[in-house]
Nanobody, 124 residues
Framework: VQLQASGGGLVQAGGSLRLSCAAS????????MAWFRQPPGKKREFVAV????????YYADSVKGRFTISRDNARNTLYLEMNSLKPQDTAIYYC??????????????????WGQGTQVTVSS
């Protein structure tokens, strides 16, 4: 399974970005997908997860109401729409996929495949 994240960049506080994660190597629509982030000097943390069909989502409290996770199973692509960005959202953002179909978690250990990360920097 290969995951390729893109869409990061430098944005001012209050701005928006849309991250994408292109997946290949297996049936994309059969597995949940998640976004994590790692702020400078901190551990990797959960951002959002989406079920295989896209019907269920769950967010970290820190991004709830500002970020939206979605997926296009026909295009094998995961998205993260980020609005009202804050300087504390600055981090490397990673997409992740589990090895087991039906797995749906918020811990990094629940995921076996990771994208290379894309840098998001929010200036004040």
């Amino acid at each position: 399974v290969q995951l390729q994240a893109s869409g990061g960049g430098l944005v001012q506080a209050g701005g928006s970005l849309r991250l994408s994660c292109a997946a290949s190597g297996r049936a994309f629509g059969g597995y949940s997908m998640a976004w994590f982030r790692q702020p400078p000097g901190k551990k990797r943390e959960f951002v959002a997860v989406i079920s295989s069909s896209g019907s269920a989502t769950y967010y970290a409290d820190s991004v709830k109401g500002r970020f939206t996770i979605s997926r296009d199973n026909a295009r094998n692509t995961l998205y993260l729409e980020m609005n009202s960005l804050k300087p504390q959202d600055t981090a490397i953002y990673y997409c992740a996929a589990p090895k087991i179909s039906g797995s749906y978690g918020t811990m990094p250990a629940a995921y076996d495949y990771w994208g290379q990360g894309t840098q998001v920097t929010v200036s004040s």
